[in-house]
């Protein structure tokens, strides 16, 4: 394997592993202080045992997301050296933020984890929902500078030299808000229906259902809510696209010829060669309209652009088809939640209810990485759009692909001893509360 | 604003060396320590760093972002020609941040408890020992700064700039000082009876820091280290590692009668001296490749960049450590009331 494509394999995998814990880590304290709160009010045991475990979730998925990303700053510079060596002034302002932000965010959950029974009730509560937010916001920070890497802006490229450097424009670039909505929406749809499914499967086993009821409500209170605006906040990403990245656009549409009036693909399978897309449905019109807000406006293929500006189309095109397809999934499942809490009565004894929570458990998070793959690969040949191209930045260091193998076993094993503590935490949990009960 | 970001990345390194650097030790004691003791060990270090165990290892990431944004020409030196060193610390980094999460959250406790134990313990040696490697080679003068790298071999490159003896000597004094640190440290923690563990500890730990960071110097002497001769033959340098054997006496003693505050400020005293002592003799050069020194202040990052960054750091610092500050000194306060 060549070292280019070993270090872009490593960097996603990377990624695409920190990405699950970053965001359990930023969403599941929201979870854990509105349960708090619960018991707080209510002084139902039920909720402070949903609490403290909760707690043990978020401490095992914390350090994980630390851990992996402190691995990554660092992989940042030893894959990408002459990257970071430019971009690392630029966009050194929303990292050294974000720094602050984990600080915070650490300092909060000491507190919290530590706090019981030893800090004011109040105050410890507060402690919870600060980490919530330092959590999301060293997300937002964090995709405010791959949005700059998107939309490179707050400097002057002249002649291969970054100068007149802005770091505060660099950090409010014109990618920053649209993708950190988006981004921030999707943790909470992923998560949200992640820990759902995780409690619904549990009602399903008929174990502990009091418990685990409540927790399913407020996990899909979150997530049902996320997964209704995440469409309306991804048409917002697109027609950004539309504007900036027409090339990622056309890629995401696997639009070959430039048209107007173009047709939306539904499906297909993507020939790059011939520059076919054959099986697909096409809805006349749609895509000018969802690009431009205009049924007949001109939407660029990918023909008007030199053959190595493009990116690997398949990828980007089947990527964004299931990120779509399953974002209108959840979208459908979060509004029949909202009907069903309307009529709770017959729909939350049925098993069949609780079994199609079970199954889309992990929908939110594949289509949170479908979207990223999206976002990356229909970044490609650049690293920053139109200045860098990634080829140019890898690191001479040969043999990168054995620290690629390096992270696939070691993440590998994590995932499994991660996913086997959680499963411990749940029995655990069962038989606590069927001995105080 | 230089200055401003000179400092925090200073005080970053100081506090990592030491936060980081007990941490670390901690699971150094523990690897050597019996049996009965590894089962007190353990409760003793859960008790004292599970509050603050994340904001410790923060630093790091606060120091590697201070040095990308404001010096990236001299980062881009370290990552590329420390590429492999700094690949295992992160591996030991990792494993050990998951074993201590493992081994406290389980929620059974049981046989993976020994699995769990062994990792943390190993990798809380090798961890301090790669990143004390990694320094040794910064500072070894064997890294060939080339812009043909084709011209050499993938070993004289990327193996012989950190793997040799002084940069391995380099390490295992940075993880005997490690466990200097924590033995100290966990003196004050201790209950009464089991004081006088660490107390023993701290003063084996005393000798075998003194004695690695001898051989360390002497070797590089003998091997005409220049960093080292040149670090020898400094005034400030020298009457800094004086008065740190001075202060030897007064740790000792405060170590044999157990006082914990003060000894810890002494530990703390004898790390800040070790820093200046190696930094200011060639301050601002705190590389070194086979060419000579290469400056931190060669290449810096605009000063729109440096200002911006200063204030930043200048606010965070402001937010964060009276929150620091405040979590150390709650904890202290319940455990003290704990005890009685
Ligand atoms: C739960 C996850 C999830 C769901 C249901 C959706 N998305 Fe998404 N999408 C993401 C999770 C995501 C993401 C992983 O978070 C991305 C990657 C980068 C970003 O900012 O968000 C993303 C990127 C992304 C982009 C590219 C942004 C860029 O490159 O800057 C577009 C155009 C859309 N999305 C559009 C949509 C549409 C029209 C959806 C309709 C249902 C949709 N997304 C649902
Ligand atoms: C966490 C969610 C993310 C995922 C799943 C993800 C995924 C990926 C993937 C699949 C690639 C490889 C693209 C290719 O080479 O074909 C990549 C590359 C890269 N990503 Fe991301 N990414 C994420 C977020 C980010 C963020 C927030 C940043 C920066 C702050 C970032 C910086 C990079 C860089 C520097 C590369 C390597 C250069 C390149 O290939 O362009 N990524 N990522
Ligand atoms: C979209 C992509 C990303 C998001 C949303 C994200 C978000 C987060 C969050 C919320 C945490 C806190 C850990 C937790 O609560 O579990 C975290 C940890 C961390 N992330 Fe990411 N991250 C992303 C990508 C990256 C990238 C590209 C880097 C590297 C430059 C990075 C560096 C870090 C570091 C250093 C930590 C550890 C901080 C600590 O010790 O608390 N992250 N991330």
């Known amino acids: 394997m060549e070292n280019l494509d070993a270090a872009r394999l490593q960097m996603a995998f990377t990624l695409i592993f920190h990405i699950v814990f970053a965001c359990v880590g930023m969403v599941m304290p929201f979870f854990m202080v509105v349960a708090h709160k619960k018991w707080l009010n209510t002084r139902n045991d039920i909720y402070l045992t949903l609490t403290k475990s909760w707690q043990k979730g978020v401490a095992i998925f914390f350090v994980t997301g630390a851990v992996s990303g402190t691995a990554l700053s660092f992989e940042l510079g030893l894959l990408w050296p002459e990257f970071m060596k430019h971009a690392g002034p630029i966009i050194g302002m929303p990292f050294s933020l974000e720094g602050a932000a984990f600080f915070v965010e650490a300092i909060a959950l000491g507190f919290y984890l530590y706090g019981w029974n030893k800090i004011p009730e109040k105050f410890h509560w507060w402690t919870g929902v600060i980490v919530g937010i330092s959590g999301v916001a060293s997300g937002i920070l964090v995709v405010s500078a791959n949005g700059w890497m998107n939309a490179p802006s707050g400097f002057d490229y002249i002649n291969g030299e970054f100068l007149n450097i802005d770091p505060i424009k660099a950090l409010f670039n014109p990618a920053w808000f649209t993708q950190a909505l988006h981004m921030t929406l999707a943790a909470f749809t992923a998560t949200g229906f992640a820990v759902a499914g995780i409690h619904a499967y549990q009602i399903v086993k008929k174990r502990n259902v009091a418990l685990h009821k409540k927790a399913f409500k407020i996990a899909i209170t979150f997530g049902a809510i996320a997964a209704i605006l995440q469409p309306i906040s991804g048409d917002l990403s697109a027609k950004d696209i539309a504007e900036r990245q027409p090339v990622k656009l056309a890629a995401m549409e696997a639009h070959f010829e430039t048209s107007k009036g173009a047709p939306l693909y539904i499906g297909g399978i993507v020939n790059q060669e011939t520059q076919e897309v054959t099986h697909k449905i096409a809805i006349p019109k749609a895509l000018s309209f969802l690009a431009f807000g205009n049924l007949d406006a001109e939407v660029k293929g990918l023909n008007d652009f030199p053959k190595d500006e493009h990116p690997n189309v398949a990828i980007v095109h089947y990527a964004f088809q299931v990120m779509v397809g399953l974002g209108t999934l959840l979208l459908f499942a979060g509004v029949f939640f909202f009907i069903t809490l309307s009529r709770k009565r017959t729909w939350f004894h049925s098993k069949k209810f609780w079994l199609l929570f079970t199954v889309l458990a992990p929908m939110g998070f594949i289509a949170l990485e479908a979207g990223w793959i999206v976002t990356e690969v229909g970044r490609q040949p650049w690293i920053i759009h139109n200045i860098m191209k990634t080829k140019d930045v890898v690191t001479p260091v040969p043999g990168i692909v054995y620290s690629f193998y390096m992270y696939v076993i070691l993440y590998s094993i994590l995932t499994i001893a991660v996913t086997w503590l959680m499963s411990r935490q749940i029995k655990s949990l069962n038989n606590k509360t069927l001995v105080e009960t | ?340």
Not at chain 2, 301 to 309: E, H, M, N, R, T
Not at chain 2, 320 to 338: A, D, Q, R
């Open chain 2, 1 to 340: 604003m230089m200055y401003v970001v000179l400092f925090f990345l200073a005080f970053s390194l100081l506090l990592y060396v030491l936060l980081a650097g007990a941490d670390f030790g901690a699971g150094i004691v523990e690897l050597f320590s019996s049996k009965k003791n590894q089962a007190i060990t353990k409760k003793t270090i859960y008790r004292v760093m599970g509050p603050v165990w994340e904001a410790n290892h923060i630093w790091i990431i606060i120091m590697i972002v201070i040095l990308w944004v404001a010096f990236p020409a001299y980062y881009n030196i370290i990552v590329i020609y420390l590429h492999i060193p700094l690949t295992l610390m992160l591996l030991g980094i990792t494993l050990r941040g998951v074993a201590f999460v493992f081994r406290h959250y389980d929620a059974y406790k049981d046989k993976s408890q020994i699995l769990y134990d062994w990792m943390f313990k190993i990798s809380s040696l090798l961890t301090p020992v790669f990143l004390g490697i990694t320094f040794g080679a910064l500072i070894s003068g064997k890294i060939i700064h080339t812009t043909t790298p084709i011209d050499y071999s993938f070993k004289i490159l990327y193996i012989d700039s950190w793997l040799h003896t002084f940069s391995i000597l380099t390490g295992f004094f940075f993880a005997a000082l490690c466990a200097f640190l924590s033995a100290v440290l966990l003196i004050g923690e201790a209950s009464y009876g089991d004081k006088k563990i660490y107390v023993k500890k701290a003063t084996i730990a005393t000798i075998v820091v003194v004695l690695f960071g001898f051989i360390t110097i002497l070797y590089g002497y003998i091997s005409k280290i220049q960093f080292v001769i040149d670090f020898v033959s400094n005034l400030y340098a020298m009457t800094t590692i004086l008065i740190s054997a001075i202060l030897l006496i007064p740790l000792w003693s405060s170590i044999r009668k157990g006082r914990r505050v003060l000894s810890r400020l002494f530990a703390g005293s004898q790390v800040l001296l070790i820093l200046i002592a190696a930094l200011t003799p060639h301050y601002p050069s705190i590389l070194f490749t086979t060419d000579g020194g290469i400056s931190i202040l060669d290449n810096v990052a605009p000063d729109s960049v440096i200002k911006v960054l200063g204030i930043s750091l200048l606010i965070g610092g402001f937010v964060i450590l009276p929150g620091l500050f405040h979590l150390l000194k709650s904890f202290k306060m319940i455990k003290i009331l704990e005890r009685h």
